[in-house]
C-alpha cells in the first residue's frame, strides 16, 4: 500500500494468503533469522544422524549416481509437504515465479491450480484471461497439454508448460466431472496483467471486482470508488464488491480494503504457535462509501484475504454477504529468504474474524444464499475448498464435517433455468441478484456499523 497511514506490515514483515502452491501470491518477505532456530535436543540429534545415514547409503549405493543437491532438495521438499497443503520451498524457479507474479503480469492462461493425487486441479481461472473465455472452470482436471499426459509431473513443471509467451498456441486436455468425455481445448496465451480491481456502473449503483489482494489494490479499489461517482456525477446508491473466484493475496492489502468501508473497530487478528504472538488490525476513522448499502459476492473460489474482507464487513454488519460458502482457508503464510535465490514458504499463523471465528475449513456463510444459477453446470460441478486438501489445517473449533461436506439446500424461489435467464439477458444472476436487492433499499437508508466497536489498541499495530 502507499498511503502511509494505511500501510499495515513494514517490507520486513509481510504476509501473504493464498490458496495453493500456483495460486496468485505475493512477495512477503521475512529474513531467516538464526537467532530464531530452536535448540536442538538429543532426540532430535537422533534423527538428523538417521537422516544422514540414509543419505550416505544413497548417496553410495543407488544404482546411478545423484546428485547431493537433488537429494537434499528432495528431503527439503518431503519434509514441508508433510505439513500443510500451502507450506513449501522455492527452488531459484520458484522464488522467480512468485516475484513474477508479484509484478502483476506474465504470459501465461490465468490459471489458479493446486495438484491432487497427482493430478493438476484448477481451483479459479482469474476473469478476462484466456482461462477464463475458453470455459475452464473450478474444479476441473488438466490432464494434457499439447496432447502429452502431464499425470507424474511437480506443480511447478506443469505450471511452466502452461506459462509462454505471449501469442503462442497451447492445447489442454480438461477432465471435468459430470461429463461423459474429456474436453480438448486450445487457448492462446496472453500477457496476464494482474490489474486486481475494475469498476462499471449498473444503474445508479456502483460495481467493483476486486480480482487478487495483489500490491496497491486498496489503492486501486480507492481510486475506483472516485472513478464510479464520478461517473454518475453523485454518490451511488450503494456498492457491490464483487470477491467471487478471488484466491487471495496480501493480508495488508486485505486490512485496506475492509479499512475503506468502515469507520471503526477491527478487522482480523492473526495467532502464531504462542501464546503471546497475537495481532490485530483495526479500521482507522473514514468511511470511504459513506454508509451507503454494501453488498459483498463470494463463492467456492473466494479464499484467505477475500474471507477476511467479507468476514469483516459481515462482522461488523457493515454489508449484506451474498453468494455461495467461501473455501474456507483460514491460515497465514510468511515467504522467509534463504538465499538471494532461494525461500521457504511458511503456514506461521492463524487468522480469525472480529468476532473471533476462524473460517479455517468452514469458510464464509453468506447471509444471503445465491446460487450460480446462469451456469449451465452449477449443479453437476463439485465444490472444491480447503477441507478437501490433503492435510490441510484442522479447525480448532472443531467444524462439524457434515457441514462442510454439503452446501444448505438451493433456496425453492431460485428455480431458473440457465437457458430462461439467457433468455432473459442475465449472464450472471448472482450479480443481477445483488443489484436487484440494493435496487429495493431505500436510497436515503444507511447501513449503521455495529453498535459496539472493538475497543482501539493502547499502542499502534505492531510493526516487525
Known amino acids: 500500500m502507499t498511503e502511509p497511514t494505511k500501510t499495515i506490515a513494514s517490507p520486513k514483515r509481510r504476509f501473504a494468503l493464498w490458496q495453493g502452491a500456483a495460486a496468485l501470491s505475493t512477495l512477503a518477505l521475512v529474513p531467516l533469522a538464526t537467532g530464531a532456530m530452536a535448540t536442538v535436543d538429543t532426540a532430535t540429534t537422533n534423527e538428523i ?23 537434499i532438495e528432495g528431503a527439503i521438499n518431503g519434509m514441508l509437504a508433510s505439513l500443510d497443503p500451502h507450506s513449501g520451498y522455492l527452488d531459484a524457479r520458484g522464488f522467480s515465479n512468485l516475484r513474477t507474479q508479484t509484478d502483476g503480469e506474465y504470459g501465461g492462461l490465468g490459471l489458479s491450480v493446486t495438484m491432487e493425487d497427482g493430478v493438476v486441479k484448477v481451483i479459479a481461472p482469474t476473469a478476462d484471461t484466456p482461462a477464463a473465455k475458453a470455459g475452464i472452470k473450478a474444479g476441473d482436471y488438466i490432464t494434457h497439454i499439447n496432447k502429452e499426459l502431464i499425470f507424474g509431473l511437480t506443480l511447478d513443471e506443469a505450471v511452466d508448460q502452461m506459462r509462454g509467451k505471449p501469442g503462442t498456441k497451447i492445447d489442454i486436455t480438461v477432465v471435468r466431472e459430470g461429463q461423459d468425455k474429456p474436453i480438448e481445448l486450445s487457448l492462446t496465451r496472453e500477457i496476464i496483467d494482474l490489474k486486481p480491481v475494475k469498476w462499471e456502473v449498473k444503474g445508479d449503483v456502483g460495481v467493483l471486482t476486486v480480482s487478487s489482494f495483489s500490491a496497491d489494490a486498496t489503492t486501486d479499489l480507492k481510486a475506483a470508488m472516485m472513478a464510479v461517482e464520478k461517473s454518475l456525477g453523485k454518490k451511488p446508491r450503494g456498492w457491490v464488491l464483487d470477491l467471487r473466484s478471488n484466491p487471495g493475496g496480501l493480508l495488508d492489502e486485505a486490512v485496506g480494503i475492509s479499512d475503506l468501508f468502515l469507520e471503526r473497530g477491527e478487522i482480523v487478528s492473526q495467532r502464531g504457535r504462542r501464546k503471546g504472538d497475537i495481532e490485530r488490525y483495526f479500521a482507522e ?30 462482522d461488523q454488519h457493515r454489508a449484506v454477504i451474498m453468494g455461495e460458502r467461501s473455501f474456507g482457508k483460514g491460515s497465514v503464510q510468511t ?8 525461500a521457504l514458504r511458511l503456514t506461521t499463523a492463524r487468522y480469525y474474524t472480529p468476532s473471533g471465528r476462524s473460517v479455517q475449513e468452514g469458510g464464509i456463510d453468506p447471509d444471503i444464499r445465491v446460487p450460480q444459477l446462469s451456469d449451465p453446470d452449477y449443479k453437476d460441478r463439485p465444490r472444491f475448498r480447503e477441507s478437501d486438501l490433503r492435510r490441510h489445517l484442522i479447525n480448532e473449533k472443531k467444524v462439524d464435517n457434515s457441514l462442510l461436506e454439503k452446501d444448505e439446500k438451493d433456496d425453492p424461489r431460485f428455480t431458473a433455468t440457465a437457458e430462461e435467464l439467457k433468455a432473459k439477458g442475465i449472464e450472471d444472476f448472482q450479480m443481477n441478484y445483488a443489484l436487484q436487492t440494493i435496487g429495493r433499499i431505500n436510497p436515503a437508508a444507511r447501513m449503521a456499523q455495529g453498535s ?13
Open 335 to 342: 515467504v522467509l529468504p534463504l538465499t538471494d535465490t532461494t
Open 452 to 464: 459496539a466497536p472493538a475497543k482501539a489498541p493502547a499502542k499502534a499495530v505492531r510493526r516487525n
Open 49 to 71: 544422524s538417521r537422516f544422514m545415514d540414509v543419505f550416505l547409503e544413497v548417496r553410495s549405493n543407488y544404482v546411478e549416481p545423484v546428485d547431493d543437491s537433488k537429494l
Open 285 to 314: 476513522p473514514g468511511d470511504l462509501a459513506g454508509g451507503a448499502p454494501v453488498i459483498v459476492l463470494i463463492d467456492a473460489g473466494s479464499a484467505s484475504a477475500s474471507e477476511i474482507v467479507a468476514g469483516a464487513l459481515q
